[in-house]
């Protein structure tokens, strides 16, 4: 049983490292990164400060403040008066932002479309459920 848990988690790291691979693909159609997609999309959800949008994306901070210091500069976000924290600014896209997040996401439609053809809709449905499921008996053990 130990060896089939072990198993799991070597095909759910396979799986990641695909996934990371396919959404690299698709954002870079856009001239983006797979890590500035992510942030675009988060922030494009709800305005958020740098160490919200990395609580969101369950990534350090300094990474996400990296990811938007390139998207500043790339004229993909701007920053707007935080009124919780005077130096701890929100972040919106901008209309280039929002332009290129929509191109991003259309491509991920058809790309996943794609995928559908090979992985049913009912496939899908099951693996996510059993995969939550899987990631709360984990949390449940997380503090062991």
């Known amino acids: 049983m130990v060896r089939d848990m072990e198993l799991l988690y070597s095909e759910l790291f396979e799986a990641a490292g695909v996934g990371r691979r396919f959404g690299e693909r698709i954002a870079a159609g856009q001239g983006q990164s797979q890590a500035r997609w992510q942030t675009m999309w988060i922030i494009d959800q709800q305005q958020l400060s ?4 990395a609580r969101r994306l369950g990534i350090s901070r300094q990474s996400v403040q990296r990811v938007i210091d390139d998207l500043l500069d790339q004229a993909m976000v701007e920053a707007v008066p935080n009124p919780d924290h005077k130096t701890s600014p929100l972040y919106r896209l901008t209309d280039q932002g929002g332009d290129v ?9 058809n790309a996943h479309e794609r995928v559908l053809e090979q992985f049913p809709l ?20 997380d503090d062991a």
């Open 101 to 109: 997040l929509r191109a991003i996401n259309a491509d991920a439609t």
């Open 50 to 53: 740098v160490p919200q949008a």
């Open 122 to 141: 009912d496939d899908v449905q099951q693996l996510r459920r059993l995969l939550a499921a899987l990631s709360a008996a984990t949390r449940s053990h």
